[in-house]
T-cell receptor, first 110, second 113 residues
Framework: GNSVTQMEGPVTLSEEAFLTINCTYT??????LFWYVQYPGEGLQLLLK?????DKGSNKGFEATYRKETTSFHLEKGSVQVSDSAVYFC?????????FGAGTTVTVRA | DTAVSQTPKYLVTQMGNDKSIKCEQN?????MYWYKQDSKKFLKIMFS???????INETVPNRFSPKSPDKAHLNLHINSLELGDSAVYFC????????????FGPGTRLTVT
């Protein structure tokens, strides 16, 4: 079946530090890949997506590239802010459903 | 304008009771979902409807019964609530197809005592 393995947290960083969250997947076929973010007390919001191999998704300074050869979709941001503190979920979409990773809690200190 | 809305936001009830959660989307999507998020933030799909027809029914106890009266609404009814049902339940919607993002509601925090 389809599954997503995501770097475990929690991750604590200082403002302006580099953030990377590893994500690998197992799927039959060619799924679409997503990063969602959940701020405290809120629902999930799409951060970025990629629908085919070598696509790069980007938004709000975050980037991730769909790597078919390594079945990975790692999330990166060059300089985090306190407002980036949230839970980040990697997900794949196949057969009309999202399969999520376990989520990574990121805390950015001023 | 709220894209995906859920009511209630909080629900506290006792074991054995029956409760419902309502979801509405105004995005014109034809596919809607219910997800359960446990205390460790793990998210798992429960149900998915496309054009009012059930297309995904994961291994969920049959105490949970979804109902889609029209494409814009997907409700979740839970019978004989148990302690283990305590979680946050999220509704979502999307256009049909795996490349489309899902839009999530704010969640309903269910606490069973």
């Amino acid at each position: 079946g389809n599954s997503v393995t995501q770097m475990e947290g929690p991750v604590t960083l200082s403002e302006e530090a580099f953030l990377t969250i590893n994500c690998t997947y197992t799927a039959t076929g060619y799924p679409s890949l997503f990063w969602y973010v959940q701020y405290p007390g809120e629902g999930l919001q799409l951060l970025l997506k990629a629908t085919k191999a070598d696509d790069k998704g980007s938004n709000k300074g975050f980037e991730a590239t769909y790597r078919k050869e390594t079945t990975s979709f790692h999330l990166e941001k060059g300089s985090v802010q306190v407002s980036d503190s949230a839970v980040y979920f990697c997900a794949l979409s196949a057969d009309y459903k999202l399969s999520f990773g376990a989520g990574t809690t990121v805390t950015v200190r001023a | 304008d709220t894209a995906v809305s859920q009511t209630p936001k909080y629900l506290v009830t006792q074991m054995g009771n029956d409760k419902s959660i309502k979801c509405e989307q105004n995005l014109g999507h034809d596919t809607m979902y219910w997800y359960k998020q446990d205390s460790k933030k793990f998210l798992k799909i429960m149900f998915s409807y496309n054009n009012k027809e059930l297309i995904i029914n994961e291994t969920v106890p049959n105490r949970f019964s979804p109902k889609s009266p029209d494409k814009a609404h997907l409700n979740l009814h839970i019978n004989s609530l148990e302690l283990g049902d305590s979680a946050v339940y999220f509704c979502a919607s999307s256009q049909a197809g795996d490349s489309y993002e899902q839009y999530f509601g704010p969640g309903t925090r269910l606490t069973v005592t």
